[in-house]
């Protein structure tokens, strides 16, 4: 089953790129330095940032639902970020040298199937779980520690 997995825009996070840090205390955000690779994954690139480049940690509501399943979570962005387009039928390496939680949404906002992969089998998880009618799209989450990752859909 064909699928695209997209990243964030970086239009939702532009204000805070080059902030001050009283504006992005403000926003309950920080600036930190990366000191490892893999280990600081940019949502609007989706790509990990390089050692010595500028990240914003911020909170960011990802599941924006009239549920139980309502969810925000700490996330990181690269001050240098270019957005990204959707990957079609393949995952970013990003994703793949990690292990990820999946979990499946109806239109309503309901999980409707959960699943903990190593991104190295997330392409034959995602097919799985869009075999489900029910499964309107898909959310990956980083499972150590469980930042959200991105969003799937059905192409």
């Not at 609007?44 to 139980?68: K, R």
């Not at 489900?132 to 499972?143: E, G, P, R, T």
Request: aromatic share 8%; charged share 25%; hydrophobic share 45%.
């Amino acid at each position: 089953m064909a699928f695209r997995i997209s990243p964030l825009p970086i239009s939702r996070f532009q204000h805070l790129l080059g902030a001050s840090a009283e504006t992005l205390s403000s926003y309950g955000a920080v600036r930190m330095r990366v000191d490892v690779k893999p280990g600081f994954p940019c949502r609007v690139s989706l790509e990990d940032a390089e050692i010595g480049e500028s990240v914003i940690l911020v909170n960011y509501e990802h599941l924006s639902v009239a549920t139980p399943y309502r969810s925000a979570h700490a996330l990181f962005v690269r001050e240098t970020a270019a957005q990204a387009e959707p990957w079609i039928d393949e995952v970013p390496e990003s994703l793949r040298v990690r292990l990820l939680s999946l979990r499946a949404f109806d239109d309503d906002g309901m999980m409707v199937d959960a699943d903990v992969v190593h991104g190295r089998e997330l392409e034959s998880a995602i097919e799985r779980m869009l075999e489900n009618s029910s499964a309107a799209y898909l959310h990956v989450h980083n499972a150590k520690p469980g930042c959200y990752a991105a969003r799937v859909d059905r192409t």
